[in-house]
C-alpha cells in the first residue's frame, strides 16, 4: 500500500537560513507527489508537484522539491527562509495507479516549521 | 476565479445529531473530494465524487456519506455523531482527470461535537 512518511515533526530554523523538509514515499510504480502548505485555521495551498521528468521541480514562493527515486525521497528545499513560511508542510502522493482515475491523495503527518527572526 | 467554498465554516453540534456540510468547487471543476484532518490521524480521504459519481471511498464508517449535484457542488453529510467527529472537514476540487491533477483545497470546515 502506498504511504508518505515526513520524519521530522517539528523544524525550527532562523528567518534568512536555508529550509530542507524530508518525506519518503511507499510507491509501486513512478508516483505522482505533491507539496501542500498550511497556514493556521486555513485549508491546503499547492506549493509543487512531481509527475514526470525534469526530478528538481519549481514552486510557488520559492520553493523546490528534487524527486530521488533511488532514495524514495522527495524533499522539499527553500534557500532562504521567510518568517512568513512558518506554517505546516504536508507531502503527499497520489493514491492512484496512472491509469486509474482517482484524485485521491495520501497524506504525510506533516512537519510544522518555526521561524526565528 | 473564485476558489473552493465550504459552508459553514465553524459548527457546534451535540453528540447524537446530524451535520450536512457544503463545498462548491471552482468553476469548471468536476470532481470533488473530501479529507478529514484531526490532530491524531492527521489527513484521512473520506471520498471523492466525479459527474455525481462516487468514485473512491475512503475507510470511514456508514455515518459518513455525501452526494454530488449536476454542478458539482457537494455535501458531505456525517450522522449520529460522536465526540470522535471533530475535525477540520477539507473539500478540494479538480478537473477530475486523475491521479496527479492539480486539487484545489477549500478553507475547511470546523466541526465541534459536545
Known amino acids: 500500500a502506498q504511504s508518505v512518511t515526513q520524519p521530522d515533526i517539528h523544524i525550527t530554523v532562523s528567518e534568512g537560513a536555508s529550509l530542507e523538509l524530508r518525506c519518503n514515499y511507499s510507491?509501486?510504480?513512478?508516483?505522482?507527489l505533491f507539496w501542500y502548505v498550511q497556514s493556521p485555521g486555513q485549508g491546503l495551498q499547492l506549493l509543487l508537484k512531481?509527475?514526470?521528468?525534469?526530478?528538481l521541480v519549481q514552486g510557488i514562493k520559492g520553493f523546490e522539491a528534487e524527486f530521488k527515486r533511488s532514495q524514495s525521497s522527495f524533499n522539499l528545499r527553500k534557500p532562504s527562509v521567510h518568517w512568513s513560511d512558518a506554517a505546516e508542510y504536508f507531502c503527499?502522493?497520489?493514491?492512484?495507479?496512472?491509469?486509474?482515475?482517482?484524485?485521491?491523495?495520501?497524506f504525510g503527518t506533516g512537519t510544522r516549521l518555526q521561524v526565528f527572526p | 476565479k473564485a476558489g473552493v467554498t465550504q459552508t459553514p465554516r465553524y459548527l457546534i453540534k451535540t453528540r447524537g445529531q446530524q451535520v450536512t456540510l457544503s463545498c462548491s468547487p471552482i468553476?469548471?471543476?468536476?470532481?470533488v473530494s473530501w479529507y478529514q484532518q484531526t490532530p491524531g490521524q492527521g489527513l484521512q480521504f473520506l471520498f471523492e465524487?466525479?459527474?455525481?459519481?462516487?468514485?473512491n471511498k475512503g475507510n470511514f464508517p456508514g455515518r459518513f456519506s455525501g452526494r454530488q449535484f449536476s454542478n458539482s457542488r457537494s455535501e458531505m453529510n456525517v450522522s449520529t455523531l460522536e465526540l470522535g467527529d471533530s475535525a477540520l472537514y477539507l473539500c478540494?476540487?479538480?478537473f477530475g482527470g486523475g491521479a496527479g491533477r492539480e486539487q484545489y483545497f477549500g478553507p475547511g470546515t470546523r466541526l465541534t461535537v459536545t
Open positions: 468553476s469548471g471543476h468536476r470532481s
Open positions: 510507491y509501486g510504480a513512478t508516483p505522482y
Open positions: 512531481y509527475f514526470s521528468g525534469d526530478t
Open positions: 478540494a476540487s479538480s
Open positions: 465524487y466525479f459527474s455525481e459519481t462516487q468514485r
Open positions: 503527499a502522493v497520489g493514491a492512484g495507479e496512472r491509469s486509474y482515475n482517482t484524485d485521491k491523495l495520501i
